[in-house]
C-alpha cells in the first residue's frame, strides 16, 4: 500500500455495538460528502465501514475505527484504518475468500471490502488482533 500522506484532522470511532457500526458508517459518509466523492462512492465507502466495523463488533467485541483523508500526490482520498484486539486471523488467505466464515455469515466482508475500494492491507497477529486498513481515492 503506497504511505499517503493524510490530513491532521482524524475521525475516531469506538467500536463496540451496533450503534458504533452505523456512527461509523455515518462519519464516512460525511467525509466522502464533504470531499465531493460521487453518491455511488459514497455508498461504496460507507459499506467498506460497515462491514469493517461489523466485524469488530462480530468478531473481537470491540476496536476502533479511524477515518481520515488521504492525499498522495495530487489524489485525495478516504483512508479506513479498523483495529481491534480480538483473535486476529490464523490464515488471512482463507478468510479473503469468497465464502469463508468463520461465524455465521456469508463470508463476503472481508473479501467484499476489498473489491470496492482501490487499497487493502490487512495485518493479522493471532490471538492479538487485526488491523485492516483501506483507501478509496476520488
Do not use: H
Not at 28 to 38: D, K
Not at 117 to 125: A, K, L, M
Amino acid at each position: 500500500m503506497n504511505a499517503p500522506a493524510a490530513d491532521p484532522a482524524v475521525m475516531l470511532q469506538r467500536v463496540s455495538c451496533d450503534s458504533d457500526v452505523v456512527a461509523a458508517r455515518q462519519l464516512a459518509r460525511r467525509l466522502a460528502e464533504e470531499l465531493e466523492f460521487s453518491r455511488p462512492d459514497q455508498a461504496l465507502i460507507a459499506t467498506a465501514v460497515s462491514e469493517l466495523a461489523r466485524n469488530i463488533v462480530n468478531y473481537a467485541r470491540e476496536g476502533e475505527i479511524e477515518i481520515c483523508t488521504a492525499r498522495a500526490g495530487a489524489k485525495t482520498g478516504i483512508k479506513v484504518t479498523a483495529r481491534d484486539r480480538g483473535p486476529g486471523l490464523a490464515n488471512v488467505e482463507l478468510a479473503l475468500q469468497d465464502g469463508y466464515s468463520t461465524g455465521n455469515s456469508l463470508g463476503l466482508g472481508l473479501p467484499g471490502t476489498r473489491r470496492i475500494v482501490d487499497e487493502f492491507d490487512i495485518c493479522s497477529d493471532p490471538g492479538l488482533g487485526l488491523v485492516v486498513t483501506v483507501i478509496k481515492w476520488r
